[in-house]
C-alpha cells in the first residue's frame, strides 16, 4: 500500500513538473526573441558604424583592438557580442521552427544560462490546459511513476533476498 501511494505520488511529482515545459519554454523563447532583437541593434550599429568611415567589421575590430589597452578590450567584447548574437539567433530560428512537442527534443537550444535564470524568474507554473501540456503530463506522470518504482526496487532488494533464504532454511529443516 505504502509502495503504491509513494509510485502514485512520484508519477503526480513527475506529471507537475514535465507538465510545465510546453509553457517555460514557450517564454524562454519569447525573451531569447528580445536578446537577439537587442544584441542585432548592437552588431548592426557597429557594422553602420564600421561602413562609415568605409571599413569591413572585421577591418573595424582590427583597428579597434590595435588602438591601446581600452580599444583592444573593446575588440574583444564587440567580438563576443557577435558570436553571442550568432548562437543565439540559431537557437531563436531552431526553436521557433520547432512544434511544442519537437522543442523537448531541442532542449540544448534552450541553454543559454541568463535567459534561462530570467525566464524561470518570473515564470509561474500553471494548470496544462493544453494538448501538449496533457502529453507532457502524462509522460511525466509515466516516468516518475517508473523512476520511483524501480528506485523502491532497488531499495527492498537487500531484504527480499533474505526473507528468500529465510524460507528456503525453514523448508529445508
Given at each position: 500500500?505504502?509502495?503504491?501511494?509513494?509510485?502514485?505520488?512520484?508519477?503526480?511529482?513527475?506529471?507537475a513538473g514535465l507538465?510545465?515545459?510546453?509553457?517555460?519554454?514557450?517564454?524562454?523563447?519569447?525573451?531569447?526573441?528580445?536578446?537577439?532583437?537587442?544584441?542585432?541593434?548592437?552588431?548592426?550599429?557597429?557594422?553602420?558604424?564600421?561602413?562609415?568611415?568605409?571599413?569591413?567589421?572585421?577591418?573595424?575590430?582590427?583597428?579597434?583592438?590595435?588602438?591601446?589597452?581600452?580599444?583592444?578590450?573593446?575588440?574583444?567584447?564587440?567580438?563576443?557580442?557577435?558570436?553571442?548574437?550568432?548562437?543565439?539567433?540559431?537557437?531563436?530560428?531552431?526553436?521557433?521552427?520547432?512544434?511544442?512537442?519537437?522543442?523537448?527534443?531541442?532542449?540544448?537550444?534552450?541553454?543559454?544560462?541568463?535567459?534561462?535564470?530570467?525566464?524561470?524568474?518570473?515564470?509561474?507554473?500553471?494548470?496544462?490546459?493544453?494538448?501538449?501540456?496533457?502529453?507532457?503530463a502524462g509522460t511525466?506522470?509515466?516516468?516518475?511513476?517508473?523512476?520511483?518504482?524501480?528506485?523502491?526496487?532497488?531499495?527492498?532488494?537487500?531484504?527480499?533476498?533474505?526473507?528468500?533464504?529465510?524460507?528456503?532454511?525453514?523448508?529445508?529443516?
Open positions: 500500500m505504502i509502495v503504491r501511494a509513494l509510485t502514485l505520488a512520484g508519477g503526480l511529482a513527475g506529471a507538465s510545465q515545459f510546453p509553457e517555460f519554454s514557450q517564454q524562454y523563447t519569447q525573451r531569447l526573441g528580445g536578446a537577439v532583437d537587442e544584441l542585432a541593434r548592437v552588431v548592426d550599429q557597429f557594422d553602420r558604424d564600421a561602413s562609415a568611415v568605409g571599413m569591413s567589421r572585421q577591418e573595424a575590430l582590427s583597428e579597434l583592438g590595435q588602438s591601446g589597452a581600452f580599444g583592444a578590450r573593446r575588440s574583444q567584447t564587440i567580438t563576443r557580442t557577435i558570436a553571442r548574437h550568432r548562437d543565439l539567433s540559431a537557437d531563436l530560428d531552431a526553436l521557433r521552427a520547432a512544434g511544442p512537442f519537437t522543442r523537448a527534443s531541442r532542449i540544448a537550444h534552450l541553454s543559454d544560462p541568463q535567459i534561462a535564470r530570467a525566464a524561470w524568474r518570473d515564470y509561474k507554473p500553471a494548470a496544462p490546459l493544453t494538448f501538449e501540456g496533457a502529453v507532457f511525466g506522470f509515466l516516468a516518475g511513476s517508473l523512476v520511483l518504482s524501480m528506485l523502491i526496487g532497488v531499495l527492498r532488494m537487500p531484504f527480499r533476498r533474505r526473507g528468500a533464504r529465510s524460507r528456503r532454511a525453514g523448508a529445508g529443516a
